[in-house]
Nanobody, 115 residues
Framework: QVQLVESGGGLVQAGGSLRLSCAVS????????MGWYRQAPGNQRELVARRRFDGVTVYADSVKGRFTISRDTAKNTVYLQMNSLKPEDTAVYYCNAFDDGANYWGEGTLVTVSS
């Protein structure tokens, strides 16, 4: 079992920045994939960014160059740095862990970007 707790969401103006954090209940060194997904009202949940255990990262085209996924293994925390935010980035952001064939999700944190 892996527990995930997100934090850092909030209201920000377009062009601003936020950093989301995901506290993980076990060592993140060996978790296969850690990632961030988001779901806007009326939309399906979509991948934002994902980091494989060996450092390989994948980003959605819509966030490339603006968002960065990173981790702190000492704190067992994964981050999503979001810069140049746009109103279309408004969504609930979920932390995800894929470990030993199982998916784990946090409760989500709301990000609202005003125009």
């Amino acid at each position: 079992q892996v527990q995930l707790v997100e934090s850092g969401g909030g209201l920000v103006q377009a062009g601003g920045s936020l950093r989301l954090s995901c506290a993980v209940s076990k060592s993140i060194r060996t978790i296969n994939f850690m990632g961030w997904y988001r779901q806007a009202p009326g939309n399906q949940r979509e991948l934002v960014a994902r980091r494989r255990f060996d450092g390989v990262t994948v980003y959605a085209d819509s966030v490339k160059g603006r968002f960065t996924i990173s981790r702190d293994t000492a704190k067992n925390t994964v981050y999503l740095q979001m810069n140049s935010l746009k109103p279309e980035d408004t969504a609930v952001y979920y932390c995800n862990a894929f470990d030993d064939g199982a998916n784990y999700w946090g409760e989500g944190t709301l990000v609202t970007v005003s125009s």
